[in-house]
């Protein structure tokens, strides 16, 4: 480009142009500290007694910002953690890719290709990215490539007091939508139905079949257009049973029909997807996106559903929704968190394309929103915050009031 003609475009371009050549030939200058200076100095958990025991992980620096994540449930994720420590210290917590694999393989004698390892990291790599965004004065949607949406719809969990009777089923749901004001639904449906015989072998007679189709009729007929209804198996039945099941299904409203047979065998989960018009979910016991990667290019499952506090992280959440793009497939998160991996969840479902909703575990649970002081879910929708990281910040007083008995709480630096 002639320089007459840039200088005509823009009257300061070669001013500009000629300082910026200046800044790179001088490889010596002194530069001003900024964000590649911060390093991480701890790494800590505490249990939080909810209706599962959350771990909540939080990452300090010595610039004074601290990053709150959440790994999934289980024994023995804050020993893991504690051993990730000294991989973590002096380290930039802007590199989170890098420190996640550094991490995987730190800790691959503990298996961190699958497992409880994997969540450990998970609650390490979520607070990376809260910590990372408030560095950056960023929020985390920012840091995965911006955003789709500014708000991701919430799908409420529900159970009644009586699981296995229809009729109560169709009442919490119509409660659930009129009161709670959710317009996405999930009930269970390995629930007994007085046909039992031995659950032991995956096996459903008849008469459990005809059981569980009444709640799908139920509780679809009563909410119809008002809310999408899913309804979960956990992974109980035997794949001739899940193919029954699945087809006394079609002729209803089902939003998906999740893990109908055990997740070990893809050949399985697939004969089980292709022989039905229902729609089949799975992935919540699936680690990391390799994992994913077969569950999806085996065209296994019409939706997959990743937990992001176990399978990895946000961004090994956000690389299975790249992969199931690839597929056509939507992602729909399970999850049985607290606010921070909720909130990490729907930073991840504002910013890729094929988001369909995150699941909320915890509508029982009258304090669950008491642990952070900003308000998480509102009328059935999560609004994806502006603010720096993933904003949302712990109310310490709450925590310790909730704490699993024996833990303690945060040592702030």
């Not at 985390?140 to 109560?168: I, N």
């Not at 969840?345 to 504002?350: D, E, L, P, R, Y």
């Amino acid at each position: 480009m002639p320089r007459d003609y840039r200088t005509l475009r823009d009257p300061n371009a070669e001013y500009t142009m000629r300082n910026l050549s200046a800044e790179k030939m001088d490889l010596t200058a002194e530069r001003a500290p900024g964000p590649r200076d911060v390093e991480i100095t701890d790494v800590q958990t505490t249990m939080v007694d909810g209706n599962f025991p959350w771990t909540l992980v939080r990452v300090y620096t010595d610039a004074g910002v601290v990053g709150t994540g959440e790994a999934y449930w289980g024994a023995g994720v804050p020993e893991l953690i504690d051993r990730m420590v000294p991989f973590l210290r002096g380290e930039n917590p802007l590199d989170i890719d890098r420190l996640y694999e550094h991490l995987i393989q730190k800790m691959s004698g503990e298996g961190s290709i699958e497992g409880v390892t994997v969540t450990a990291i998970a609650g390490v790599e979520t607070a990376l990215h809260d910590l990372a965004g408030k560095v950056l004065q960023v929020p985390a949607y920012q840091l995965l490539g911006g955003k789709y949406r500014d708000e991701t719809r919430v799908y409420c969990d529900c159970h009644t007091e009586a699981e296995a009777d229809a009729e109560a089923c169709a009442e919490e749901a119509e409660r659930v939508v009129e009161q709670l004001g959710y317009d996405a639904l999930k009930f269970d449906l390995d629930v007994p139905s007085g046909f039992e015989k031995d659950r032991a072998n995956r096996h459903l007679r008849p008469g459990e079949i005809r059981h569980k189709a009444d709640i799908v009729e139920r509780v679809t007929e009563r909410v119809r257009d008002r809310a999408d209804v899913a309804f979960d198996c956990h992974w109980s039945f035997s794949t001739g049973s899940a193919k029954r099941l699945a087809a006394a299904l079609e002729e209803y409203d089902v939003w998906w029909l999740e893990d109908p047979v055990p997740p070990e065998n893809l050949d399985v989960q697939r004969e089980v997807t292709d022989s039905t018009l229902t729609p089949i979910a799975a992935g919540e016991n699936r680690y990391r996106v390799t994992e994913h990667r077969r569950l999806l290019e085996t065209q296994a499952v019409d939706i997959v559903a990743p937990d992001l506090p176990k399978v990895g992280g946000m961004r090994e959440t956000r690389k299975i929704a790249d992969v199931a793009n690839q597929y056509y497939v939507p992602v729909a998160m399970h999850n049985v968190a607290s606010p921070v991996a909720t909130m990490a969840s729907a930073h991840v479902g504002a910013a890729i394309p094929n988001a369909l909703a995150v699941e909320f575990h915890s509508y029982e649970l009258d304090w669950w929103g008491d642990i952070v002081e900003e308000q998480v879910i509102e009328d059935g929708y999560i609004q994806v915050p502006e603010r720096p990281g993933l904003g949302v910040t712990l109310d310490l007083d709450d925590v310790a009031e909730h704490m699993v008995e024996g833990e303690t709480l945060f040592d702030e630096e």
